[in-house]
C-alpha cells in the first residue's frame, strides 16, 4: 500500500509526449504514401503524356498541391504555436464584479489556482497533465501534434482538419478509378506489387480519414458556435444558458477573429489580436441573462 501511495500518475500522461511524436512520423508517411499514389503513380503520368485528359491532371495535381501547402502551414502552426501560457504570479483582480452572496462554482468560473503551477488559473482556463502547465482556453492535448490546443492556436488546428479533409476527400475520388480499374481490367495487374499497394494504402487511408474527420469536423463546428471548448461541454450541459455563447456570429470571430480574409489561413491581423482579448486567451465576453 505505501508504494501505491508513492505512484505518480501523471508520469503515464507524460508518456505521451513520446507517442505523440510517433503520430508525427505517422502524419509524415501517410503524407507521402498519398503523395506517391495521386502525383507519381495515378497522374504525373498523364499529365506527362499530354493529350486532352492532361488538362484535367494539371488541375487535380494543382488543387492536390495547394492543399497540401496549406495543410502543412497549419499543420506547423499548431504545432508551434504556444496554445497560451498564464502569465506568471497571475491573479483574479475583478472581485467586485461578482455576486458576493455566490460562490465561484454557482458563477460557473473555473478554479483560481492551480496547486501544480503554484498560479493563479484564469476563466476557462485548465492544467495539462501532458504538458504539466495550465493551457488557457484548453481545448484538448493532441497526441497527433505534440500540443495542447487552447486558445492561441485553436483556429490552426480548425483549418488543419478543414484542410486535412479537403486534401483526403480529393485524394479519395482521384484514385477512386484506378481503384475500380484494378478489378476491371487485368493489364493494370502488369504493375508492380509495390505501386499497386501504395494505391490500395493511400485509397483506403484516404477515405477512413475523410470519414472520421467528417465527424470530428462537425463536432467543433457545433463547439464553436456555441464557444464550448470539449472540456466544457460537461459543464455546459449543467446549465440552461451557456454564459460564453454571445451569438454565433460574435463566437465565431473569437476563433477566427473579424477579418474576413484572414479567415482560411493560419494568421490573425493585428487589429483583431489588440480588439479582441479572447484570442489571447486571458478575458472572455460573457452573458447578462446567463441561468445555473
Given at each position: 500500500m505505501d508504494c501505491c501511495r508513492h505512484v505518480n500518475p501523471f508520469?503515464?500522461?507524460?508518456?505521451?509526449?513520446?507517442?505523440?511524436?510517433?503520430?508525427?512520423?505517422?502524419?509524415?508517411?501517410?503524407?507521402?504514401?498519398?503523395?506517391?499514389?495521386?502525383?507519381?503513380?495515378?497522374?504525373?503520368?498523364?499529365?506527362?503524356?499530354?493529350?486532352?485528359?492532361?488538362?484535367?491532371?494539371?488541375?487535380?495535381?494543382?488543387?492536390?498541391?495547394?492543399?497540401?501547402?496549406?495543410?502543412?502551414?497549419?499543420?506547423?502552426?499548431?504545432?508551434?504555436?504556444?496554445?497560451?501560457?498564464?502569465?506568471?504570479?497571475?491573479?483574479?483582480?475583478?472581485e467586485d464584479s461578482r455576486d458576493p452572496g455566490s460562490s465561484s462554482e454557482?458563477?460557473?468560473?473555473?478554479?483560481?489556482?492551480?496547486?501544480?503551477?503554484?498560479?493563479?488559473?484564469?476563466?476557462?482556463?485548465?492544467?495539462?497533465?501532458?504538458?504539466?502547465?495550465?493551457?488557457?482556453?484548453?481545448?484538448?492535448?493532441?497526441?497527433?501534434?505534440?500540443?495542447?490546443?487552447?486558445?492561441?492556436?485553436?483556429?490552426?488546428?480548425?483549418?488543419?482538419?478543414?484542410?486535412?479533409?479537403?486534401?483526403t476527400v480529393l485524394d479519395t475520388l482521384v484514385l477512386l478509378p484506378n481503384f475500380i480499374e484494378f478489378f476491371q481490367d487485368g493489364s493494370m495487374r502488369s504493375s508492380s506489387p509495390g505501386d499497386i499497394a501504395i494505391l490500395f494504402l493511400a485509397f483506403v487511408l484516404n477515405l477512413a480519414f475523410a470519414l472520421s474527420l467528417l465527424c470530428f469536423i462537425g463536432m467543433h463546428t457545433s463547439l464553436v458556435a456555441s464557444n464550448t471548448t470539449s472540456i466544457e461541454v460537461?459543464?455546459?450541459?449543467?446549465?440552461?444558458?451557456?454564459?460564453?455563447?454571445?451569438?454565433?456570429?460574435?463566437?465565431l470571430e473569437q476563433v477566427f477573429g473579424t477579418k474576413k480574409l484572414f479567415w482560411f489561413v493560419p494568421l490573425y491581423s493585428t487589429e483583431d489580436l489588440h480588439n479582441i482579448p479572447a484570442l489571447r486567451g486571458l478575458e472572455f465576453p460573457t452573458r447578462s441573462d446567463t441561468i445555473v
Open positions: 508520469r503515464a500522461c507524460a508518456g505521451l509526449r513520446g507517442l505523440g511524436y510517433l503520430m508525427v512520423a505517422l502524419v509524415a508517411a501517410i503524407a507521402a504514401v498519398s503523395y506517391y499514389a495521386v502525383v507519381v503513380y495515378a497522374w504525373g503520368p498523364v499529365l506527362l503524356s499530354g493529350g486532352a485528359s492532361a488538362a484535367g491532371a494539371a488541375a487535380v495535381l494543382a488543387a492536390f498541391h495547394v492543399l497540401l501547402a496549406m495543410i502543412l502551414w497549419c499543420y506547423l502552426m499548431v504545432v508551434f504555436t504556444d496554445p497560451g501560457s498564464v502569465p506568471e504570479n497571475w491573479r483574479y483582480d475583478d454557482e458563477q460557473g468560473s473555473a478554479p483560481r489556482y492551480c496547486s501544480r503551477c503554484q498560479n493563479g488559473k484564469p476563466p476557462r482556463c485548465h492544467h495539462c497533465s501532458v504538458c504539466n502547465r495550465c493551457v488557457l482556453k484548453m481545448d484538448h492535448h493532441c497526441i497527433w501534434v505534440v500540443n495542447c490546443v487552447g486558445a492561441q492556436n485553436y483556429k490552426y488546428f480548425l483549418l488543419f482538419l478543414v484542410y486535412t479533409f479537403a486534401e460537461h459543464e455546459r450541459r449543467k446549465s440552461v444558458s451557456w454564459k460564453y455563447d454571445v451569438g454565433w456570429k460574435r463566437n
